[in-house]
């Protein structure tokens, strides 16, 4: 007989058929009572044994973590809470775990913290909370590919090795086959990269963007969808040393065409996932819902996490330059009495965590799209606007999260963008093929980043970016 999941059990009709499933024991309740879990669904299968026909060996053998296969005849359940159930006719211990041992991790059924479950990583994804935030990711990088393969964007696997730093310049890490006791040098002391495997200095990218672009400007519509690298010393919620991002980016569309494809983008996954995830979301939800009361009341939130779903998806973004958004912070409470850590006095200031959180969740209450902000404080690639000031970059805010979106429309003007590097001093030799771009068919075009860990983090409303990647990289942290 083929073993069904349990995800598949809970989909059939029960007319007293034969199956056969396999999972792990999440629990044995009176020598009758198993809680089956498989990972296919959060939802655990009853399985209901008659414990006078078996071994009591066997019975011994089937203890909370421990992995089994069992037979047996579905059927409707009896008890509540489920719809339907097994009457075990036979089980076979998979893989024993000793109670003893199982007693020390993560594994024993009682509350865990988030940060004890860090530490054993690899048992958390067993846990009800793992489970439901992986599957909604698996579910939600589905929702992405589909999104733009039903929108006519082909998947670009840029390179994860780059050889330019313009974009990174000190958050980066080096790749390197050099010994690092006993470097070649150079005539003037320096590391002599010229010797080391590419023949020239090389890191892990930090955005697959510039790459991108040079595929869009052939293909139309690309995006990438691939891991990225960032040495920032940031030790914050937000921010992993390796994380996945999504970068969209087409030929002939300017920035509003930018923003309507992120926020078009942005609530078409997060309506998949409520389409398809409601028991993993359900879940999260109640979770977070007891979370929140553990809150001073003033500090929770008013929503659900399914409701802030639906409201992002049911509200348009607001759209507010930056100007206009460092004219509603000058004035705002928390800057007057001097609440920000980092005041915001003038135009130009960049905007911190803070003042993004602010802007979203106390003046707008809704996601906001940032655009048109001041030329120093954004890369060198972002269209200079005709006053010369402010470049066509976008950043999209979200309640709880702060920055998931970073984008702009691109410089396609070479004589521009010469000088904004010659002003950076980006040496013309590094990126001259992203030069030449502007120079044969250059043309209108933008695109932007999203991190897919911030999105994982809105839709599971979990708050800490470590808890929703399978294993995180941050500083001082790569076990596993
Ligand atoms: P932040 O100011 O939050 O550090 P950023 O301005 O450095 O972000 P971008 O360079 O615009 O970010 O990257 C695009 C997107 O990638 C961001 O909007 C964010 O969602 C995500 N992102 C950036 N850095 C990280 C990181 N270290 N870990 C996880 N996601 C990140
Ligand atoms: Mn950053």
Redesign the pocket.
Same mark, same amino acid.
Do not use: K, Q
């Given at each position: 007989m083929i073993s069904k999941t349990v995800s598949e059990l809970f989909q059939e009709n029960p007319k007293h058929q034969d199956v056969e499933v396999k999972g792990w024991v999440k629990s044995f309740r009176a020598n009758r009572f198993i809680a089956l879990n498989d990972g296919s669904t959060l939802r655990n299968i009853q399985c209901v044994v008659d414990f006078e026909t078996m071994a009591e060996d066997l019975l011994k053998r089937i203890t909370t973590g421990s992995a089994i296969q069992v037979k047996g005849t579905l059927v409707e359940s009896q008890g509540k809470g489920q719809a339907v159930e097994i009457q075990v006719s036979g089980i076979m211990v998979l893989g024993d775990a000793d109670p003893e041992l199982v007693s020390k991790t993560i594994l024993q059924p009682k509350r865990h913290s988030l940060e004890v479950l860090r530490e054993q990583a690899h048992l958390r994804a067993r846990t009800n909370t793992f489970g439901a935030v992986m599957r909604l990711r698996s579910s939600l990088s589905f929702a992405i590919h589909s999104y733009f393969n039903k929108n006519g964007f082909n998947y670009m696997h840029t390179p994860i090795i780059t050889g330019s730093d313009a974009e990174g310049a000190g958050e980066m890490f080096r790749v390197t086959t050099l010994d690092p006791k006993n470097p070649p040098l150079t005539e003037t002391g320096k590391i002599d990269y010229s010797k080391d495997f590419f023949g020239k200095e090389t890191n892990l990218t930090v955005?697959g963007q510039l790459e991108a672009e040079t595929y869009a400007m052939a293909l139309g519509k690309v995006y990438t969808f691939g891991p990225t690298f960032?040495a920032?010393n940031s030790n914050t919620s937000?921010? %992993?040393a390796e994380?996945w991002?999504i970068e969209p980016e087409v030929a002939f569309m300017d920035l509003e065409g930018n923003m309507d494809l992120a926020e078009d983008f942005l609530k078409s996954v997060l309506e998949y996932i409520l389409e398809h995830n409601a028991t993993d979301l359900e879940f999260l939800e109640n979770r977070l819902e007891q979370e929140e009361q553990t809150k001073p009341k003033h500090e929770r939130s008013t929503m659900r996490l399914t409701e802030k779903l639906k409201f992002v998806i049911d509200n348009n973004f607001v759209r507010l330059s930056y100007t206009e958004a460092i004219e509603i912070l000058k004035n705002s409470k928390p800057n007057k009495k001097k609440k920000f850590k980092y005041p915001i006095n003038e135009w130009g200031a960049d905007l911190q965590s803070e003042h993004e959180r602010y802007l979203v969740e106390k003046h707008f209450k809704s996601p906001v799209i940032l655009f048109d902000y001041p030329a120093q404080i954004k890369a060198f690639y972002m269209r200079l606007n005709e006053d010369e000031k402010t470049v066509r970059a976008m950043d999209i805010l979200f309640p709880g999260i /702060? @920055? &998931?979106? $970073?984008g702009s429309q691109r410089e396609e003007r070479l004589e521009v963008l010469k000088k904004k590097m010659a002003d950076l001093d980006i040496p013309e030799e590094e990126l001259w093929w992203y030069l030449d771009l502007r120079q044969y068919g250059t043309a209108v075009h933008s695109g932007f $980043? %999203? /991190?897919f @860990?911030?999105l994982v983090m809105f839709a599971t409303g979990m708050g800490n &970016?470590r808890d929703v990647i399978p294993y995180p990289r941050t500083p001082q942290n790569a076990e596993f």
């Open positions: 955005s960032r920032e937000r921010h %992993l994380f991002m /702060g @920055e &998931i979106v $970073g $980043g %999203l /991190g @860990e911030r &970016i």
